[in-house]
């Protein structure tokens, strides 16, 4: 056959099924790019990734090397101050004194105690006591002088005045005289050795002014040495009181003159001591 003859053979309907192998080699092409640009996609991410951990890890350096390069300005810093400090305690002298001596101690606020009438008279006392002889060791022309007896005794006065604390009791005898004080025929320092009896005795005469020119003799038994000083200092105000009345005021006032009852309780029958009961059978 010719060529004609093979030109007419081809109908169009044969050049229509020839087109869906053209599409679908299309479509693999289609296909193929899209696999390409996700693999393309897919290693730049990793590769940014990969940036970005390796920058971290610099950073991380460099902030260690900073760390590290001021950790060892600060000991630096600290041997040197080490070295001046070492230098000064060497060119110092030595001293024979414990460390801390010359520092001053801590003190302690002492707590409040309530006092009693006959511990206030006696702390009052010491006070004016300590005053007078302040006054004396200064020698100022200008000192107020101390005031005199407001009484002068004749010559054969006698004044007797009994004083009791506790169990003691004490009979005393007031003459004129330089001040001197004797109790049991004994010298008052001899019988009181300990400064605060004294003072307990010589505050009534020391309140009104009677301590250098009046004698006084002292009679004393029961109880002990506290209650002696007690019932002493009672019987002294009793016989200023008899000396001069207008001192009652002011013995009256430091409590000189009120009688101090309390005393040890006495032992009942039955019981152990004053309120103490033996202890129950439970059997």
Do not use: W
């Not at 009104?208 to 002493?232: D, F, W």
Request: aromatic fraction near 2%; charge should be negative.
């Amino acid at each position: 056959m010719s060529e004609e003859e093979n030109t007419e053979d081809v109908t169009p309907e044969a050049a229509v099924e020839e087109t869906p192998a053209a599409e679908e080699a299309v479509e693999e092409t289609a296909e193929v790019e899209e696999t390409a640009e996700a693999e393309v996609e897919e290693a730049t991410e990793v590769e940014v990734e990969e940036i970005t951990e390796a920058e971290e890890i610099v950073e991380g350096e460099a902030e260690g090397a900073e760390g590290a390069g001021e950790v060892e300005v600060e000991e630096a810093a600290t041997e040197a101050a080490e070295e001046v400090v070492a230098a000064e305690e060497r060119q110092a002298p030595k001293s024979d004194l414990p460390p801390g001596a010359d520092l001053e101690p801590l003190v302690e606020p002492e707590p409040e105690v309530k006092l009693s009438a006959e511990e206030l008279a006696a702390r009052e006392a010491e006070e004016e006591e300590r005053a007078a002889r302040e006054a004396e060791s200064e020698g100022d022309e200008d000192a107020p002088v101390a005031k005199p007896a407001p009484v002068k005794l004749a010559k054969d006065a006698r004044f007797i005045a009994t004083g009791k604390r506790k169990r003691s009791v004490a009979r005393v005898i007031v003459l004129p005289g330089d001040g001197t004080i004797t109790v049991n025929e004994r010298e008052v320092e001899e019988y009181f050795p300990r400064a605060r009896h004294r003072t307990i005795i010589n505050s009534p005469l020391v309140a009104t002014g009677y301590e250098s020119n009046l004698n006084i003799k002292i009679r004393v038994h029961g109880g002990g040495i506290s209650g002696q000083a007690g019932a002493v200092r009672h019987g002294i105000a009793r016989a200023l009181l008899e000396v001069d009345p207008e001192l009652r005021a002011e013995l009256k006032r430091r409590g000189f003159l009120t009688r101090d009852a309390r005393a040890k309780e006495r032992r009942k029958a039955g019981l152990k001591k004053a309120r103490k009961k033996p202890q129950f059978s439970k059997r």
